[in-house]
C-alpha cells in the first residue's frame, strides 16, 4: 500500500488566480494521477504524470490550465491556473503500486469566488 | 471516460442487511477490477478488487462476485453496519491503461 499526502486540503481563491496542489507519496511510484471529482459525483481523470516524461492529459483539459510536474518518483503538482467558478471542485492524486492499484490522497477541496 | 457502468445510483438498508452493488463493462480487455469506498470528505480507499481468473473473493464481510461472460462484477456486503454508509465506487483497469472508473453508489445502512 501507499500513503498519500496533499496539500492544500481545502482552499478558496479568487476568479483569475493560481493554485498549486502538492501531492507527497510515501514511496517511490512511477505513475501518479490527477483526478476530479465533484461532490456525490464520480472520479474524472484529468492527467497521467510520469516521472521523466510530459504529462499525458485527458479529453477536456489541456496543460495550459492544468500544469502538472513530476520531479522526482515521489512527488507530483497540479496547478489550476486562471481559475473561475467552474473550477470549484475535488482534486485529488493517486499513486500506482504495483502496476495495477490506486492509492488516493484525501483529496484538495477548492472553491473558487 | 465511464466504461463502467454502476448501480444502483443510492441504496438504502437496515442494518444487519445485504446490500448489493453491481457493475458492467464492455471492454473485455479489462483485467483487474477494484471496489473503493469514500467517505465524505476522505479519498477513495481501496476495499477489494479481483481479477477475471475467479468467480468470488472474500475480504472479511465484503465479497466480490464476477461473472466474466456476462462481464458483470458486484460488491456484496454482509452484515452491514451504519459504519457502512458511505459511497462505493467499481472501477476497471486493462493492462497499462487507465483505470475506469463506476459512477458510485451512496449507501446508507440505518441502525
Same mark, same amino acid.
Given at each position: 500500500s501507499a500513503v498519500i499526502s496533499q496539500k492544500p486540503s481545502r482552499d478558496i481563491c479568487q476568479r483569475g488566480t493560481s493554485l498549486t496542489i502538492q501531492c507527497q507519496v510515501d514511496s517511490q511510484v512511477t505513475m501518479m494521477f490527477w483526478y476530479r471529482q465533484q461532490p456525490g459525483q464520480s472520479l474524472t481523470l484529468i492527467a497521467t504524470a510520469n516521472q521523466g516524461s510530459e504529462a499525458t492529459y485527458e479529453s477536456g483539459f489541456v496543460i495550459d490550465k492544468f500544469p502538472i510536474s513530476r520531479?522526482?518518483?515521489?512527488f507530483s503538482t497540479l496547478t489550476v491556473s486562471?481559475?473561475?467558478?467552474?473550477?470549484?471542485s475535488i482534486y485529488l492524486c493517486s499513486a500506482e503500486i504495483g502496476q495495477e492499484t490506486q492509492y488516493f490522497g484525501p483529496g484538495t477541496r477548492l472553491l473558487v469566488l | 471516460q465511464q466504461q463502467v457502468k454502476q448501480s444502483p445510483q443510492s441504496l438504502i438498508v437496515q442494518k444487519g442487511g445485504i446490500p448489493i452493488i453491481n457493475c458492467a463493462y464492455?471492454?473485455?480487455?479489462?483485467d483487474y477490477f477494484p471496489w473503493y469506498q469514500q467517505f465524505p470528505g476522505k479519498g477513495p480507499a481501496l476495499l477489494i478488487a479481483i481479477r477475471p481468473d475467479v468467480s468470488e473473493k472474500k475480504e472479511g464481510r465484503f465479497t466480490i462476485s464476477f461473472n466474466k461472460s456476462a462481464k458483470q462484477f458486484s460488491l456484496h456486503i454482509m452484515d !452491514?453496519?451504519?459504519?457502512? !454508509?458511505a459511497t462505493y465506487f467499481c472501477a476497471a483497469k486493462a493492462g497499462n491503461n487507465d483505470m475506469r472508473f463506476g459512477a458510485g453508489t451512496r449507501l446508507t445502512v440505518k441502525p
Open positions: 520531479p522526482n518518483l515521489t486562471n481559475m473561475s467558478p467552474e473550477d470549484s | 464492455e471492454n473485455t480487455a479489462f !452491514s453496519q451504519p459504519g457502512d !454508509s
